[in-house]
Structure formats: structure tokens, C-alpha cells
């Protein structure tokens, strides 16, 4: 099954995208396009995730709020497919309001039963490229019920850029909260998902996700997209540093984010498939 490229990202996505850093867009995926993907990727984050093994005692903050596999597309030809798939990456492309996009890199993330919440942060405090040229999509590969919810987004922070606050962690969720609290930030929830619902986010916007009080894993599925052309920046944290090594392998500052491991997954001229 061929996850075309036959839904436009709407107006009102475009809209709310654009003025608050974020946007849920239902049903990307049907539940039949789900079904068939979804055991790979549950079986290969499974496999893969890092911090899998990690005992009960033992665990932080990072690893009670998520098991992390990353790179599932380069281990699994069905799950490239869905990776590559030119009907998410043409909706990342308009809501970003670029003519095309790059894979930057995928990741599952299982908030396991009984798992944490996941502290307040920016993505793009990681990554080696700019966080307004780059946006994710974190999609829900089971029905996921209200009190597990989706993620919770600090409305309109992409637009403020670097933050400045710290890594994943305790400290992150109580710079963040401290901030949001202050500054009386508004914050969006777009709660329950259905299987092949997604949100769309940017890189610079401030996002958390609850903790998972039932007895069912919360699994997501994410793809993150860089705009095409967009350059690779001087890393000044040792976490961009890690990014550029594994998702931008052989770049280096100035270069285009554009290796082989970050190909075009849509771009100029591939709208002529779109219905
Ligand atoms: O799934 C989660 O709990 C958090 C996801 C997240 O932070 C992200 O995709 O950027």
C-alpha cells in the first residue's frame, strides 16, 4: 500500500500552523494504513529502542517518558515506505510553506504503560540546522484515549526561537514551566487520537506530552522534515554535534542538509501525482 500524496494540508491547518507552531490534522492515515504498517514499526522500535532495556530502578525522566528507537526507515523496507511516504511529507511541505522537504530522520516513541510525562522542551535544541526551517510529525499508531492524550504545546513559541533553556529533563520542565507560568503562555492540548491521526509541529515549538496512567503502551510513530536547501549550522551544544554525526552524516557547517540518509521526499514537480 502506496500512501499517496492526495491530501493538501487545509487552510485553516496552514493557518493555525503558522500562528501557533502547531496543528492537528486527523486522519492522515486511514485505519487500514495503520494496520499495515503499524506492526513493523511497534516490532522494530521494540527491537531498537536505546533505552529498552533500562531497569525499573534505574530509569530517569527520559526513560520513564518514552522508549526511543531512532532510524527505523533504514532497517525495514516496509517502514521506509512509510517514512518516505510523499503524502506526509506533502503536507509538512505546505504547512512549512516551502517547495519541498528532506527526511532529516524518524523516530517511535513508546510512552509505556504506566510511563511518565514528558518534560516540557524544543526540539530544535538539538538539531544542527535551523528550528524554523524544520517540523515534525508525530503520529499515533494505536487509538490513544483522553487521559493519555497527544502532546501539549506552548501556543505561538516557535515564533521566539531559541529559548534557551535546557536538554529533556527535569530541569527543561521546570525552566519551561516557570516561563509558561510568568509569561501566562497559552497552551493547547489537541487530546484523544485516533490511529493515523497526527500533529504537526516546528522545530522551535515549546511541547510536553503527559504521563500514561493505563495499562496500554502509548505508541507514535514521527517524521522529522528539514526544508530543502536549508544549511547546516555551526553546532554549539554536544547534542547538535551527536544530530549532525548520525542524521546528517559527512555534512558540515554551510554544507545543505542534504546527505544520502536525508532524501527528498517531496518536492517540485511531484505535485503533478496530487489529486
Ligand atoms: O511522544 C512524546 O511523548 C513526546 C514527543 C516529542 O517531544 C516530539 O515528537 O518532539
Known sequence: ???????????????????????????????????????????????????????????????????????????????????????????????????????????????????????????????????????????????????????????GTHLRGDMRGPAISDESEGYFALLIAEGALPTSAHGAMQAGDATFHEGWTLHSAGPNPTDRDRPAMTVIYVADGTTVIEPERDEQRLDLALYLPGAVPGDPAATERNPLLWGSGMGEIAS
Open 1 to 155: 500500500m502506496e500512501l499517496q500524496p492526495d491530501r493538501a494540508a487545509t487552510r485553516d491547518e496552514i493557518r493555525c500552523f503558522r500562528e501557533q507552531g502547531h496543528v492537528a490534522v486527523r486522519s492522515l492515515a486511514s485505519a487500514d494504513e495503520v494496520a499495515e504498517f503499524a506492526p513493523s514499526i511497534l516490532e522494530a522500535a521494540d527491537l531498537l529502542a536505546w533505552n529498552r532495556n533500562v531497569p525499573p530502578g534505574e530509569q530517569g525522566t527520559y526513560d520513564r517518558a518514552f522508549h526511543q528507537a531512532i532510524g527505523l526507515c533504514w532497517h525495514d523496507e516496509a517502514i521506509r515506505r512509510f517514512v518516505f511516504a510523499a503524502r506526509f511529507a506533502r503536507v509538512a511541505a505546505e504547512l512549512l510553506g516551502v517547495d519541498g522537504v528532506r527526511l532529516y530522520h524518524d523516530q517511535a516513541l513508546v510512552k509505556r504503560a504506566g510511563g511518565g510525562a514528558t518534560p516540557w522542551h524544543q526540539d530544535a535544541y538539538y538539531w544542527p540546522v535551523d528550528g524554523g526551517s524544520a517540523i515534525t510529525m508525530w503520529m499515533a499508531m494505536a487509538d490513544i484515549p483522553p487521559e493519555v492524550g497527544s502532546m501539549v504545546f506552548a501556543d
